[in-house]
């Protein structure tokens, strides 16, 4: 695990990016009327996330973990906010199919995805 102190320019970075992918996943969800995009929406939601308890993390531990291991970056979020935690797992659990699978994720995972990237967006604008 590889812990990111906090600076006001990464802080101010992921906060952009967080924002960029939730709107991206907002607007690509409203255009979609079939199942054909469903996992370019997930996967949107899935960086907005990690980018939301990023600075969720930054702002309240003053570090978030950058990495591959995906447990250490929930845990580490625990540490801050342990419903923010869930909502990271939430949306983690579903990258590897959403990003690399080759079928789709359901219905039900994108609006459970739009869930858990909203509650993490509104808590990272509350940090």
């Known amino acids: 695990m590889r812990l990111i102190e906090r ?10 990016k967080a924002e960029q992918f939730a709107a991206a ?16 929406i997930v996967t949107l939601c899935v960086h907005s996330g990690i980018a939301s308890s990023d600075v969720i993390c930054l702002k309240r531990l003053g570090t978030h973990v950058k990495g ?14 342990d419903g ?6 939430t949306l983690l659990s579903m ?13 039900s995972d994108l609006t459970r995805a739009m869930r858990a990237m909203e509650s993490l967006v509104t808590k990272m604008r509350a940090s």
């Open 95 to 107: 990258k590897t199919k959403a990003g690399y699978g080759f079928d789709s994720v359901s219905r």
């Open 25 to 40: 996943a907002r607007m690509v969800e409203e255009l979609e009327d079939d199942d054909e995009l469903v996992d370019v």
């Open 84 to 89: 923010a935690s869930s909502a990271l797992a």
């Open 7 to 16: 600076t006001p320019a990464i802080e101010r970075g992921r906060r952009r």
């Open 68 to 81: 591959e291991n995906h447990a250490e970056a929930v845990s580490h979020l625990k540490k801050a906010d």
